[in-house]
């Protein structure tokens, strides 16, 4: 499968022009790299940083991206991913993602039998109200390391806070709650891991969430 990797940096006037004012606006916008697939099932990753005066927007796609009309020639990079990037056994890491957990729901006084999802927020594991052990961003980003073919030390893991993202969708009113994880990985099941690269890693992919940004060590 050929991957292709695509840069879009753009000020904050041209980002206003285009509408982009909150993560849903960035999703569909992205769509017009890929003219005539609206109806098609996603199969490509974003992530948007703040940058000096502007934004950046990666995309990782299986299909070679057109810059839509929103974007400025100059501001348009892509290029096809080497077939041979992801055979490296060690690399630096980062990963925005929105990492949640699922807490019980209550009527009644009674606990329901589907909960709800909330954000992870303590580095740590802590003891809710109950006694019980909730996982913390290490907890949750071990886990997902292992079912994704790689291997860190958390210790050696940052984890950054990022601002909480409003966006409004269908007018309704959602927010996602992102954290970055930073680090060396070590690959351990090349397979596992080629697909967590190509898929990305938890929840809320459609809003930028997900994409593993590598750097061979």
Known sequence: MSLYLTEIQ????????????DTYAWHKKTWLCFPGREEESRDFLTRLDPVDCGYRLLILSSTAPQRPPWCPEPAWRSKAVPETFLEHSIFHFSLLANPTRKTRSEKNGLSTKNGRRVPIVCREDVEDEHGNSQPG?????ARKAEASGFAVDPAQVRTVPRARQYFI???????HSGVEFQGILRVTDPEKFRHAFINGIGSAKAFGFGMLVLAPQ
């Open 10 to 21: 753009i000020d904050y006037e041209t980002a206003a022009k285009a509408g982009l004012r």
């Open 137 to 141: 961003l290490l907890s949750w980003f």
């Open 169 to 175: 969708k269908n007018g309704t009113l959602g927010l």
